[in-house]
Each structure stands twice: as structure tokens, then as C-alpha cells.
């Protein structure tokens, strides 16, 4: 069974840089497939923040794309967000989830994210 | 590249059926037979109910049914029960290795 988990600060200052970690379990990220990160502000939808695939590739929203880095770290079968100069409207629930051709099949629970000071 | 556009609310009595819209561009919904639909419930993860605009994957209800005209995509649910009642959303591949989501649908069972 294919499971991710979030996990990293839950407030952080404005400014400063939000950064996740979702670690896979029951399949490796090396093996293929995309590995996304997607947010969902409080009581509004969902936004796709960007992907990595297993080659290292990265795709970002280009709407986020100057403040945004995904890696992958394949020797710990985790991926990771960075999120730089945040405001109080980047705070939001974050999902890390998986993405083999079309449709996000996997999911984290997801961790919520708040900027303030 | 700008959120697919989605009804804000949709409501229906048990038994009865209800549609969806999701409405793109050419761009992204028109180009590429690769809509997905999520189903969340409150405080939950999403979880993917469609993908490739029509194809269920498995354990989900085959009331749930997807399609695509044009620029707009859409999800009908059958046979609506109360455990339908959550959020609905669409997310379709935008090119480039793109992709943006809808803004979300409340489905609310009467």
C-alpha cells in the first residue's frame, strides 16, 4: 500500500522560507512515476504547486515558479518543498501526493502551513 | 495559466442525479484527454475518482461517471446518497508539464 506523509513547520514568519518533507512508503520514487506538492488556502480550492520525477526533472506552477524548489532524495524515498519569501496568503493545508499519467492516485493527509509573525 | 472554472455549489435529493461542469480552454481541458476529478470530504485528503476524463479507478462507484465536450468537462453522479455530500474538484493537464485545478464544487444532498 502506497502511503505519504507531510511533515515539516507548522507557522512560519513572513519572509522566510516554508520547506516540507513527504516521505513515500510502499513504493519508491525512483521507480518512475511524478511526485507532486499541491495546496489548498483555508475554504478555497486546491492549487498544484509543482512535480519531480524520479530523473530529477521539476515542473512549478508558473505562478510560483520564482519562489518554489522540489528535489527528491531517493536514498531516504522522500521528496521535499521549498517555498521562498512567503506571505500570509501562501498559508494553506500542503499535499504531497503521486502522479503516474493522469489523476493524483495517492495522497498525504496533508499538513496545514500558517505565516504569520 | 488560470483555474478551470466549476459551479460554486450543486445540490440533489437521494436517488436523483447531478452534473458537474468544468470549463477550460483550448489550452488545457480541450487539448489533452487528461481530466481527473476528486472527491473530498471535510477535513480529508482528496481522492481521485476519475482520471483520463471518463476512467473510474478501481473501488470507486461506478455512479460515478465522467465525460468531456469541447472545452468542458463534467461529472455525474447517479443514484446520489448522502455519503456523496463533499467537495468536488477537476484538475486537467495544461501542457508543458502543467497542470491546474478547478476551484471547487459543494455538493450538498437535499
Known amino acids: 500500500q502506497v502511503q505519504l506523509q507531510e511533515s515539516g513547520p507548522g507557522l512560519v514568519k513572513p519572509s522566510e522560507t516554508l520547506s516540507l518533507t513527504c516521505a513515500v512508503s510502499?513504493?519508491?520514487?525512483?521507480?518512475?512515476?511524478?511526485w507532486g506538492w499541491i495546496r489548498q488556502p483555508p475554504g478555497k480550492g486546491l492549487e498544484w504547486i509543482g512535480n519531480?520525477?524520479?530523473?530529477?526533472?521539476?515542473y512549478y506552477n508558473p505562478s510560483l515558479k520564482s519562489r518554489v524548489t522540489i528535489s527528491g532524495d531517493t536514498s531516504n524515498n522522500q521528496f521535499s518543498l521549498n517555498l521562498s519569501s512567503v506571505t500570509a496568503a501562501d498559508t494553506a493545508v500542503y499535499y504531497c501526493?503521486?502522479?503516474?499519467?493522469?489523476?493524483?492516485?495517492?495522497w498525504g493527509q496533508g499538513t496545514l502551513v500558517t505565516v504569520s509573525s | 495559466q488560470s483555474a478551470l472554472t466549476q459551479p460554486a455549489s450543486v445540490s440533489g435529493s437521494p436517488g436523483q442525479s447531478i452534473t458537474i461542469s468544468c470549463t477550460g480552454t483550448?489550452?488545457?481541458?480541450?487539448?489533452?484527454?487528461?481530466v481527473s476529478w476528486y472527491q473530498q470530504h471535510p477535513g480529508k485528503a482528496p481522492k481521485l475518482i476519475i482520471y483520463?476524463?471518463?476512467k473510474r479507478p478501481s473501488g470507486v462507484s461506478n455512479r460515478f461517471s465522467g465525460s468531456k465536450s469541447g472545452n468542458t468537462a463534467s461529472l455525474t453522479i447517479s443514484g446520489l446518497q448522502a455519503e456523496d455530500e463533499a467537495d468536488y474538484s477537476c484538475?486537467?493537464?495544461?501542457?508543458?508539464?502543467?497542470?491546474?485545478f478547478g476551484g471547487g464544487t459543494k455538493l450538498t444532498v437535499l
Open positions: 483550448s489550452s488545457d481541458v480541450g487539448s489533452y484527454n487528461l
Open positions: 519531480f520525477y524520479q530523473s530529477g526533472s521539476t
Open positions: 483520463e476524463g471518463s
Open positions: 510502499g513504493y519508491s520514487i525512483s521507480s518512475g512515476y511524478y
Open positions: 501526493a503521486r502522479l503516474p499519467v493522469s489523476g493524483f492516485d495517492y
Open positions: 484538475c486537467s493537464y495544461a501542457g508543458n508539464s502543467i497542470w491546474v
